[in-house]
């Protein structure tokens, strides 16, 4: 006969699996976010101080300082952020993630993700694409430009392309998109790939995909669509070259999806399913189903991968961002088996894809439904991670991730594989056996 | 030491691996392909008479003579090829290609790709989606209708973003794809994906795109946007649409580039690699490097496969079609492994589609420099059949298809796997020897 608790993880992955979140709007952070404010900044991860923050996230808590005209230069932020004149905190605790710092301020644009199964809204910002850029804690005039240019041209047209075209349901991209190379976390180049192609007419369509938004900066965009030199196209021609630049486009809008069916999950009793993983740069952090908002926090790994060039591992941050949410709902590195192109861009050999794949199948409660690997004779993806399985098999989830510089201002330096510290599931297991 | 005929082997099959296939534009085929003329229609494999044809091969002339308004109907179209007033010949007698029937008509759109390394043009038509269509034998209004707006609006709509943009790198798309899962001739979803992302902001900027073009009737697209139930929208997101709704949108295209390499490796003295494969659903043929334009041929079997709802293998036409080019230069059935999901659609397990990749190996000459299968640890595609290994080994080359129903006027009943007549090798070898 089934346990209690294993009978309680079985609902909590049902919910789960049948969540079915729907890219419905994009609006501003103050406008659409219940509890989000003007002085508050959301950040990827568990709670922390400015004081314990890391370099790539303060690197970003500075860039939106300056972005959101409450600091001029990085002077005047950090010691506006040490005076505590903007609040932190867990974009998790607003139903939000964000990759990296994650960090989302007041008025930046954000994808609202709609789960048409059991209701709600979750939430993520808008991707900058790959380098130098805010998630990775550089904040220069490139980097402002380009999030002034992502809310102002970007999302305005995407906006209007998602409520012309009735939404985009991602869970149908996902998996399409494990049936052509990627795992959903760290290669999304067919998931960007769908996206663009479900939304570019409807983006053709807008009123303000028509315009010629002289007035904003746009990124260069010369090297996507040369024959932008000669003239400044519609917004339209610009929004699909940006996202044609940029195959994590469909990230954000991916990770607000994972965490609609995290959500879905939770607050089931006696269940021992993990429903949060987040680093700040600091600690990572977890919780579980069954114990509330409780978070099992411990220093977070250095991950292990491949350098861009005139960069090495002593520069890499502690691990970060909210991405790993991919992980907790059975994608990302618990579906490499899915993406052995990936290792060109992490490392490895692409045996060990499928290896990871087949090892995350010991912590896991369930073989998703949605989700599955054709090299695998379509197996589901190993999906909901037990605790109480981690803890005594000592098998720790893999998780594929960016890697961030540790000096603020400097941005990506490379990908990589990297593992949780076991120590937080021991705390959450003996919470659970309270 | 390398034998005469293993370097001519090797310089033929460096010369198809390094043809650079760029689309470039679009034009009429009367218009832009040389030889091209009024009462010329092109079809698919080695040459044939109206008389010997198959039924889906008799379908798409007939429907090719309605479409040219050379007959009103399909009593007309018959008379008019039995008394002669139409000729035929191989596309591949005009370095054109076409999937299925092939039928190119005199004023058919076709793709003009350019071999940017070793010059010269190849062609294929413009891709009509799944189903009815004319390719597969169907002539109906429908299928006509549809011809009819790819000519008037699709066409010129891609064809002003070609020349925008500069064309579009199709080797470089293969590359990607065969790292998401197409194996370039069944499964083409992330080919024409990365097709759409490279245009779109092009077709955008196109003058014919802005306009609404009421005087074409469109295909229905609102299965695909809902939202163009409301208005005509501009041409520009009907193409768009239209591509979005067809995962064989970049097939043809791909094909003519097939077709460049193929070229590229033709007229090689002392060559034993096969430069052409083809069917026109009554025969088989192929060419080979060193022996001209002699075709080898032998009857073309019945394909092995799925059958779409309501359609069996009874219905199934001998195996047709120019698409079979891919097998010839090392993607399609060649490129299985990298395709595992394609058994969801031709039949049989995720294994065989590697054992089919490793059993090419046997019959080929080179691995591809530029395709690789990640999940071989990134090994290059089986590519250039050597005659001499097909006969001395008894392995024949594996091609991926679709098949025709056997009568004219249905179209497209499913898909599956084929091989090739050992006698066309045969034959070849005994010329070879001459």
Redesign the interface.
């Known amino acids: 006969m089934m346990s209690k608790i294993d009978q309680a993880n079985q609902e909590a992955v049902q919910r789960m699996m049948q969540s079915r979140p729907v890219l419905v709007d994009i609006g501003r952070a103050k406008d659409v976010i219940p509890g989000m404010k003007e002085n508050l900044f959301l950040h990827a991860g568990p709670p922390i101080t400015w004081e314990r923050m890391s370099g790539p996230l303060k690197g970003a808590i500075i860039g939106g300082l300056i972005y959101e005209r409450m600091a001029k230069n990085a002077g005047e932020a950090e010691a506006a952020a040490a005076a505590g004149r903007v609040e932190f905190a867990p974009c998790h605790h607003y139903n939000a993630v964000g990759p990296m710092a994650g960090v989302i301020t007041p008025s930046q644009a954000v994808f609202m993700i709609e789960d048409k199964q059991w209701g709600g809204f979750t939430y993520s910002n808008m991707n900058e694409g790959y380098g130098k850029v805010l998630r990775y804690g550089a904040y220069d005039d490139e980097v402002l430009r380009r999030l002034r240019w992502l809310d102002e041209v970007y999302a305005p047209v995407v906006k209007e392309a998602l409520l012309?075209?009735?939404g985009i349901d991602i869970k149908t991209i996902i998996a399409?998109a494990l049936?052509?190379?990627?795992d959903g976390h760290n290669r999304n180049?067919?998931t960007?790939?769908?996206f663009?192609?479900?939304i570019?007419?409807?983006?053709?369509?807008t009123e303000y995909?028509k315009k010629r938004v002289y007035d904003t900066p746009r990124p260069d965009l010369t090297n996507?669509?040369?024959?932008f030199k000669e003239t400044r196209?519609?917004a339209?021609?610009?929004v699909?070259?940006f996202?044609?630049g940029n195959d994590l486009t469909a990230l954000n809008a991916i990770m607000a999806s994972c965490k609609s069916m995290a959500l879905a999950a939770h607050g089931i009793e006696h269940s021992t399913l993990v429903t949060t993983m987040a680093r700040n740069g600091t600690d990572f952090g977890i919780r579980v189903s069954s114990t509330g908002e409780k978070w099992f926090t411990a220093p977070a790994n250095v991950p292990d991968g491949l350098y861009f060039s005139g960069f090495k591992s002593s520069d890499a941050n502690r691990d970060i961002g909210d991405s790993v949410i991919t992980e907790t709902v059975g994608i990302g590195g618990f579906a490499m088996a899915a993406a052995?192109?990936i290792?060109?861009f992490i490392g490895g050999?692409?045996?060990a894809a499928f290896e990871a794949t087949q090892e995350m199948y010991e912590i896991t409660v369930a073989e998703n439904t949605n989700f599955n690997i054709?090299?695998?004779?379509?197996r589901g993806t190993p999906t909901g991670i037990d605790v109480r399985k981690v803890v005594e098999k000592g098998i720790l989830p893999r998780i594929n991730t960016g890697i961030a510089h540790r000096e603020p201002g400097i941005g990506q330096v490379g990908a990589g594989i990297v593992l949780p510290p076991m120590e937080c599931f021991i705390e959450a297991l003996k919470e659970l056996a309270r």
């Open positions: 012309l075209s009735g399409q049936h052509m190379g990627d180049r067919a960007t790939s769908l663009i192609r479900a570019a007419s409807a983006i053709v369509e995909g996507i669509c040369p024959f196209p519609a339209a021609a610009e699909l070259a996202m044609h052995p192109a290792v060109s050999k692409p045996a054709p090299a695998l004779d379509f």
